[in-house]
């Protein structure tokens, strides 16, 4: 989804959103949060907010056996 498209200098500059990608690094912070410390406060809302979400944990386990 393109937001904004302007041209400067001779260069075409493009700002474009992509739903599943935000959706893609949602689940990966979700499914990790130990490596984003800055998004805890979001991590921990989400988890009160939907306490059966803790399959995304198994599932990223199942994928990274060895992190068990």
Do not use: C
Request: hydrophobic letters at 40%; charged letters at 25%.
């Amino acid at each position: 989804m393109v937001l904004d498209m302007f041209r400067y200098e001779g260069v075409e500059v493009v700002v474009s959103y992509f739903p599943v990608w935000e959706m893609f690094f949602s689940m990966h912070v979700l499914s990790n949060p130990e490596h984003h410390l800055t998004r805890r406060k979001w991590v921990e809302a989400k988890e009160k907010s939907y306490p059966d979400g803790y399959h995304i944990k198994a599932s990223h386990h199942a994928l990274n056996p060895e992190e068990v």
